[in-house]
């Protein structure tokens, strides 16, 4: 197997561990961890995986929170923004959507609305599939400790022997289900999200991104 390595990155469950990271560390949110170089902490990990080790793509997947905009303004703007800055690092961002999922109480019958987001597990499950069928990687790391990905990963497995699919656990989110899946797999830890923050202002070339003011 060669060294040719590319990750696929859960947005929404990495989100979650850099929020719960920021909190453990006492960072506040606008000095916290969410302006994260998912490049830079991608390729850190790469001399773990082998000497051969190369960053051949990273996939990053997530949706927009549009519908949050009334109770959070501006989240979706900082969103963008952030996304704007992993599109100019080389970082291919693929999106989903949410989608109202009716709720009834149990206790009182009375039926809500909650937002479920949309399309990312299958996106994640078909794009692991799709990189280890075209040939664009010898190895793929799945940045997630979602259990609904295994299916595509015990798939793979069996579609690709000779390549290699492994697991980048979040920080706070490593699963025992995924481990069994696999041959092996570690922790991105808390320090490594701090360690790999973009500078403020991220300029490349004539190009400047901003962090958001505030989260």
Sequence with gaps: ???????????????????????????????????????????????????DAT?????????????MQAT??????????????LKATDVVVELGHFKKKPVTCNFCSKTINLREEKETD??????????????????LVLVTGDTDIAPAVRAAGRMFPGSEVCFAFPWGRKNDELTRCVQRCFQITREAYVRHQFPDPLVIGKRSFAKPPSW
Excluded at 122 to 139: F, I, N, S, T, Y
Aim: aromatic letters at 10%.
């Design 1 to 51: 197997m060669g060294g040719r390595t590319a990750f696929i990155i859960d947005g929404f469950n990495v989100y979650h561990s850099v929020v719960a990271a920021s909190k453990s560390l006492g960072l506040p949110d606008e000095r916290g961890t969410k302006w994260l170089n998912l490049r830079g902490l991608c390729e850190s990990y790469l001399p773990a995986l082998g000497a």
């Design 122 to 139: 299958v996106a994640v499950g078909v794009k692991l599939l799709e990189v280890l069928h075209d040939d664009l990687a010898d190895r």
């Design 72 to 85: 959070k303004p501006g989240v979706a703007a900082r969103h963008q923004s952030y996304l704007r800055a």
């Design 55 to 67: 960053c051949t793509g990273i996939y990053y997947f997530s949706a927009l929170a549009h519908y």
